[in-house]
């Protein structure tokens, strides 16, 4: 898997982590790893787990020191990363790490829109055409049945069968599908405009952090942020659509 991570250095980090690799657990950000193992189940398999899954079950492990149950922040895209990394200009380079790892190394990053879209999702009888079609280039045709299963478990919520987090339980093994994964990283076209104006193709965590060995080359980011104009970044990067939390009711 070709990936990217946008970062904000001066030179001697840009050297340290060429040989040494974006490892610590105690530097930058980290993103908690569902603790639920990477799989293709099929979506009626997860709903039966979920549904005699304890109403407390830790998700995460929050307490963890274990590099494995985190994960580095990247994207799928030069675009993702070019933002992130003009998300600081305190030091002197705005740069891209490219970087090549396998799939069981990454998980889907849900932070910025599927733990978000989901609860918005659900509340809508039928979704419109386009943003179907939108979401299936996204995450592949998979996600329309996590969404339907959503809208399941809503249901029984609402007859207080089952507890709210059952669903953002459900998106976590969305984030662990390596079906889902694969069709994410694939998607080229439509940009996602997340949370706090996030922009990117894909968003992604690679778990135990960046090894050395994974880096193919550390460049200059593209010159765009999250105030980038959509005209200008669907010109730049040919993005044919565009889907918005914000606008999914």
């Not at 020191?65 to 200009?89: E, R």
Request: hydrophobic share 35%; net charge negative.
């Amino acid at each position: 898997m070709r990936l990217y991570r946008g970062l904000n250095l001066d030179r001697a980090e840009i050297e340290f982590i060429r040989n040494n690799g974006d490892m610590s657990i105690d530097v930058g950000s980290w993103l908690l790893k569902p603790l639920i193992d990477h799989h293709n189940l099929s979506v009626e398999e997860i709903k039966e787990k979920i549904l005699i899954e304890p109403h407390d079950i830790e998700r995460y492990d929050r307490n963890s020191k274990d590099i494995l149950n985190v994960g580095k922040y990247v994207t799928g895209c030069a675009l993702g990363a070019s933002t992130y990394s003009f998300d600081n200009n305190e030091k002197e380079d705005n740069v891209i790490l490219e970087l090549e790892c396998d799939l069981n190394q990454v998980f889907i990053d849900g932070k910025d829109f599927l733990y978000n879209s989901f609860p918005r999702l659900i509340k809508q009888d039928q979704i419109e055409p386009k943003l179907k079609s939108n979401l299936v280039d996204v995450f592949g045709r998979k996600i329309l049945q996590y969404i339907d299963m959503a809208k399941q478990l809503e249901i029984a919520k609402q007859f207080e069968a089952i507890e709210s987090s059952k669903i953002f339980r459900l998106v976590d093994y969305v984030c662990m599908d390596t079906d889902v994964i694969k069709s994410h990283l694939k998607n080229k076209d439509i940009l996602i405009q997340g949370r706090y104006s996030t922009r990117f193709l894909s968003a992604f965590a690679i778990i135990g952090g960046i090894k050395p060995e994974m880096i193919i080359d550390i460049r200059k980011s593209d010159s765009i942020n999250r105030q980038t104009s959509i005209d200008y970044l669907q010109n730049k990067y040919n993005i044919k659509n565009l889907i918005n939390i914000y606008e999914i009711n």
